[in-house]
């Protein structure tokens, strides 16, 4: 079964604060993903990447970074948290057939 | 350009009556396409794909679509609804030709079932 985990379920930090957000996958998959979720708007995709320390822009990048230097780990920085994006966050791994396969969440508050 | 449309943001239905949700895309190049599941506080979780050849998926937990290129549409549905069920259900379009694994996904559907 494929595993993609998340380094927490919730998550509380102030504003300014630098947050980072953690995802494992254990498939050896290329592609690895960060998407938010908002009431109302969907799964918007922030960043993805296709490889080892190779990244892309999503839809939403504004306010966010992200590292790669392991295949496996595909994390998402908060360089100085806002309230605007308190926000569920959920990361996907996908193999070559297109199938996303998500972690369970991380919910983050930003107070 | 490829995108999702999900028709109707919430659908109602009885326990043990049909569900329908609709789902229409538009891509360039033959897409593949999805339907996931999210129930409350957790990710998503495939319920069902088409890629290529028949065009009469089925998925887990009764649940099937149909892709129909003529229409653009590739609706999901189950004969009986669960209380189980109850869930918000994503459609998405493979998101391009080139290889990186992009899915669009569409703005979701929350399905209540009533007893």
């Known amino acids: 079964d494929v595993k993609?985990?998340?380094?927490?379920?919730?998550?509380?930090?102030?504003?300014?604060?630098?947050?980072?957000?953690e995802c494992v996958q254990d498939m050896d998959h290329e592609n690895?993903?960060?998407?938010r979720q908002?009431?109302?708007?969907?799964?918007?995709l922030i960043y993805f990447s296709y490889d080892v320390k190779?990244?892309?822009?999503?839809?939403?990048?504004?306010?966010?970074?992200?590292?790669?230097?392991?295949?496996?780990r595909f994390s998402l920085?908060?360089?100085?948290?806002?309230?605007?994006?308190?926000?569920m966050y959920l990361c996907a791994s996908s193999d070559l057939g297109y199938t996303q396969y998500f972690g369970p969440g991380t919910r983050l508050t930003v107070l | 350009a490829q995108s999702v449309t999900q028709l109707g943001s919430h659908v109602s239905v009885s326990e043990g009556a049909l569900v329908l949700l609709r789902c229409n895309y538009s891509s360039s190049v033959?897409?593949?396409?999805?339907?996931?599941?999210?129930?409350?506080?957790?990710?998503?979780?495939?319920?069902?794909?088409?890629?290529?050849?028949?065009?009469?998926?089925?998925?887990i937990n009764g649940f099937e679509a149909e892709f129909k290129k003529s229409e653009t549409s590739f609706h999901l549905t189950?004969?009986?609804?669960?209380?189980?069920?109850a869930a918000e259900?994503?459609?998405?379009?493979s998101g391009g030709s080139s290889n990186t694994g992009k899915l669009i996904f569409g703005q979701g559907t929350t399905l209540q079932v009533k007893p």
């Open chain 1, 32 to 35: 690895m993903f960060w998407y």
């Open chain 2, 89 to 93: 259900y994503f459609c998405a379009v």
């Open chain 2, 30 to 59: 033959p897409p593949y396409l999805f339907w996931y599941v999210q129930y409350p506080n957790q990710g998503l979780q495939l319920l069902l794909k088409y890629t290529t050849g028949a065009t009469l998926v089925k998925g």
């Open chain 2, 78 to 85: 189950k004969p009986s609804a669960h209380m189980s069920d």
């Open chain 1, 38 to 44: 908002d009431p109302g708007l969907g799964l918007r």
């Open chain 1, 4 to 21: 993609v985990t998340q380094s927490s379920r919730y998550l509380v930090k102030r504003t300014g604060e630098k947050v980072f957000l």
């Open chain 1, 77 to 87: 920085i908060l360089e100085s948290a806002s309230t605007n994006q308190t926000s």
């Open chain 1, 54 to 72: 190779m990244k892309e822009k999503g839809d939403i990048p504004e306010g966010y970074s992200v590292s790669r230097e392991k295949k496996e």
